[in-house]
């Protein structure tokens, strides 16, 4: 159901800019949380329902370890409650280098004469999603620059030939994109390409160290991004993931960004954002970041804390630039997906030679290099269920989290059989050593704790993919 500005009588908010700085401040500095409201916040957070923005500055206010202790016990017990243990691996596939804007943090910016200028041609795309495929990615996300070149069609152009690669029994199965904003047409000719989900990360939400930051080309129109996703709503795109770049303006001002934004287009569109993330700042070429905003490990973990318990229907992305521990620990903490085997250098999933990191030819450096196997390893010993499910896109059920969050029973009925079909893929097609093993053991330990109808056509479609069918799912 579309917003209807006159049935409800309040004014249209649609693709105006929504962020009031003043406000956000305000509520950062007047909200004085003592422990006990803290831990209403937490309960209303548990019992499901979503945190205004005041009760969120409650839990961005609550200093001490006591406290903050408290913020990541209830998220590691809603992320529990309503998530269970399953975790979404993806992939980013550089496309294209090229960029118009200047962006001071990313090794793209147009004034940076050190990059390595490169846009992949089909070719060289089909050979990078085969060496995907042969990894066991079934869900990528496509990364561009900003340029002309890097046209809706272009962009149309690309997701359909990722789908049309198929080799053995690989093939992917979600698409999507992080690309600059576009207009309305734009983004509806991207859509019917097929993807899933379209990105765009505001950066930061303060309008004066955006300005600061974005120098130069199309980006520095700060209210262009902020209402992008709201022309891809107009344009039918509804999983729409939003973001800030962590370390580029104080950590409290862009969680209270981003719940604003939930809240304009949950208002605007009836449905939130798709999936949040929240990068932090890494190494890029010449990058020499003011470290007044660096964002701590611990407030790091903090901030995916709260935004589980302020968006607890949101899927968060935690990414390969943080390292293997920092994962391992916030992981714990309610975030659904997560990439696997990442490779930034463009071209180098196909091209192994550069194992080496390049930093003339990368965006900026990761922190986890490592397989696909690996992390698919690690996440079964820490009774993780890792999952490559797109079943909802497919079957046109989006807005998906909104459901596994509110559809009594969603999750039981069908994330979690999904979770097993498409791990005991992943075994079957590119499982090695122990980790055939674990697979096994995590399917049983799950199917043991399903109801028994379900666990029962689990079992049989389990048994048609040992047997060679594939793309099973509920
Ligand atoms: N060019 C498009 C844009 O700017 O929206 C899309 C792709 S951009 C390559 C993807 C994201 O990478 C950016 O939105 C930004 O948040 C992030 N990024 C840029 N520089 C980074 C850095 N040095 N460290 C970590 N993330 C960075
Ligand atoms: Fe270009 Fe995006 Fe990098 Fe900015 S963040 S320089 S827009 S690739």
Not at 112 to 126: P, V, Y
Not at 334 to 351: C, F, M, N, P, R
Not at 374 to 391: G, N, Q, R
Request: include cysteine; charged fraction near 30%.
């Amino acid at each position: 159901m579309r917003f209807n500005p006159e049935k409800l009588s309040i004014p249209d908010q649609r693709m105006q800019p929504f962020i009031d700085p003043e406000e956000i401040w305000n509520l950062i500095n007047t909200t004085k949380p003592d422990k006990l409201r803290v831990r209403d916040v937490i309960a209303k957070s548990l019992d499901k329902q979503r945190l205004t923005m005041e009760e969120t500055a409650v839990l961005v206010n609550a200093v001490g370890t006591g406290l903050a202790d408290e913020i990541k016990q209830g998220a590691r017990e809603l992320k529990q409650r309503v998530y269970g243990n399953r975790i979404v691996l993806f992939a980013p596939l550089y496309v294209g280098n090229r960029c118009i804007n200047n962006c001071k943090y990313c090794g793209f910016r147009t004034s940076n004469e050190k990059a390595i200028r490169k846009t992949l041609t089909d070719n060289e795309l089909i050979e990078e999603v085969v060496a995907l495929e042969e990894n066991g990615q079934k869900r990528l996300i496509l990364v561009y620059g900003e340029h002309p070149d890097y046209s809706p069609e272009f962009i149309a152009h690309s997701v359909k030939l990722v789908y049309g690669v198929k080799k053995g029994n690989g093939e992917i199965r979600r698409v999507n994109i992080n690309a600059a904003p576009l207009d309305i047409e734009g983004f509806r000719t991207v859509k019917e390409s097929g993807i899933g989900t379209y990105q765009v990360f505001q950066e930061t939400y303060h309008p004066e160290a955006y300005k600061w930051y974005h120098l130069g080309g199309k980006k520095k129109d700060y209210d262009w991004r902020l209402t992008s996703l709201d022309r891809a709503q107009e344009a039918g795109i509804d999983d729409v993931g939003i973001g800030a770049l962590f370390g580029l303006y104080d950590w409290r001002f862009e969680v209270m960004g981003l719940v604003r934004h939930t809240n304009h287009l949950e208002a605007c569109y009836n449905v939130g954002p798709h999936t949040i993330s929240f990068p932090r700042i890494k190494d890029a070429v010449d990058l020499n970041p003011d470290k007044k905003y660096e964002t701590a490990d611990d407030d790091f973990k903090k901030l995916v804390a709260i935004l589980r318990l302020a968006v607890p229907y949101t899927g968060l992305i935690l990414t390969a630039r943080e390292a293997p521990e920092i994962r391992k620990e916030v992981l714990q903490y309610g975030v659904s997906q997560i990439d696997g085997g990442t490779k930034l250098e463009i071209g180098s999933y196909a091209d192994s030679k550069s194992e080496e990191q390049n930093l003339n030819r990368e965006q900026f450096r990761i922190s986890d290099a490592r397989t696909l196997a690996e992390v698919i390893d690690e996440l079964l010993s820490d009774d993780y269920l890792p999952s490559f499910c797109t079943s909802c896109y497919r079957m046109g059920r989006t807005g998906e989290h909104f459901m596994e969050f509110s559809v009594p029973g969603f999750i039981k009925r069908f994330c979690t059989p999904n979770a097993i079909l498409t791990l005991a893929e992943y075994i079957c097609d590119y499982g090695q050593g122990v980790t055939v093993e674990k697979g096994w053991l995590a399917i049983e330990k799950n199917l043991a704790s399903m109801e028994p109808d379900i666990a029962a056509v689990t079992r049989e479609k389990i048994g048609r993919i040992k047997t060679g069918e594939r793309d099973l799912y509920f």
